[in-house]
T-cell receptor, first 115, second 112 residues
Framework: AQKVTQAQTEISVVEKEDVTLDCVYE???????LFWYKQPPSGELVFLIR??????QNEISGRYSWNFQKSTSSFNFTITASQVVDSAVYFC????????????FGGGTRLMVKP | NAGVTQTPKFQVLKTGQSMTLQCAQD?????MSWYRQDPGMGLRLIHY???????DQGEVPNGYNVSRSTTEDFPLRLLSAAPSQTSVYFC???????????FGPGTRLTVL
């Protein structure tokens, strides 16, 4: 079965600090996709980024960047120059081939950005 | 384009009652799914569908039924509600493998 570990349950930073959210996953699939979602206090789930397993090039999109390393099964997510509006719970989720390619979610990391 | 809609937003049931949570999407997505989120936890997959007429069980299917008679709708039925089913339920849809899932706003269910 798939397993996703987000070891950081809560992180608190001061505005404008950079913050990295860690994600380690277990999967038997040889090719797969990895996602990060954000859940602000209002409760909705917002898609942030997607990465496929056969391209390990790290990318940057605005204030977001991600570091994918297949050899260590890690998919870390960084927010540069954090803002108060970034305060939310962040979920890492690989797709599960044996479950119709639906998502397996980690327990989430609660990020609090203080002004 | 409403995306994924869920009704009701809130519901209180008594133990043993049954009900149906509604989910609809207008993006013509083949893939739809139901997740539950318990306090302080991530989402867990209940049931999913990869097309009309096709459904399958996820990680926590006990106590729930689904059907998929149309591409647009994917209702979730609670057969006999139990306090352990108190949770927030999210419906999602996607265009398939590798595509992002679009989530509905959620239904907060309390079973007394």
């Amino acid at each position: 079965a798939q397993k996703v570990t987000q070891a950081q349950t809560e992180i608190s930073v001061v505005e404008k600090e950079d913050v990295t959210l860690d994600c380690v996953y277990e999967t038997r699939d040889t090719t797969y996709y990895l996602f990060w979602y954000k859940q602000p206090p209002s409760g909705e789930l917002v898609f942030l980024i997607r990465r496929n397993s056969f391209d390990e090039q790290n990318e940057i999109s605005g204030r977001y960047s991600w570091n994918f390393q297949k050899s260590t099964s890690s998919f870390n997510f960084t927010i540069t120059a954090s803002q108060v509006v970034d305060s939310a719970v962040y979920f890492c989720a690989p797709n599960n081939y044996n479950a119709g390619n639906m998502l397996t979610f980690g327990g989430g990391t609660r990020l609090m950005v203080k002004p | 384009n409403a995306g994924v809609t869920q009704t009701p937003k809130f519901q209180v049931l008594k133990t043993g009652q049954s009900m149906t949570l509604q989910c609809a999407q207008d993006m013509n997505h083949e893939y739809m799914s139901w997740y539950r989120q318990d306090p302080g936890m991530g989402l867990r997959l209940i049931h999913y569908s990869v097309g009309a007429g096709i459904t399958d069980q996820g990680e926590v299917p006990n106590g729930y039924n689904v059907s998929r008679s149309t591409t647009e709708d994917f209702p979730l039925r609670l057969l006999s509600a139990a306090p352990s089913q108190t949770s927030v339920y999210f419906c999602a849809s996607s265009a398939g493998l590798g595509n992002e899932q679009f989530f509905g706003p959620g239904t907060r269910l309390t079973v007394l």
